[in-house]
């Protein structure tokens, strides 16, 4: 269980280099790197989320995952709402991709700027 706690604990603190990791395995398994980047985007996903929070908490000593949780549905709700606009017919499983794969962008462009602040704010001039 412990085992379990730290492999965790590692991919919400070093997501880039698991996501490294994970593009690298799934290139080699599937022998080909575009399957292998969109299976280990979908993967990560998920994890980046939870490492802005922690990041945020490190930063600020505040958690915000319920205002990510929010930021996560505005944006889901945003991009249905445009699909359907732009569509006639719904392929719910290219919607639900489409905003998953959005967000790990979004996501991941929220974790490096975090990163980058929080050292920033960290050091001492």
Known sequence: MALLTYLFAFIVTAPI???IALFLLFKRMFNNPHKALLWSVDI????????????MHEVWHHHFLGILFFAFLFFSIFFI???????????????VKGIWRFNFLLF??????????????????
């Open 44 to 55: 990560m996903t998920f994890f980046f989320m939870l490492s802005v929070d922690a990041v």
């Open 81 to 95: 709402v445009l699909y359907l606009l732009t569509h006639q017919q719904v392929v719910m499983m290219r919607l």
């Open 108 to 125: 991941l462009s929220g974790y490096l700027v975090l990163v980058v602040y929080g050292l920033m704010a960290s050091m001492k001039f």
């Open 17 to 19: 280099v698991v996501w």
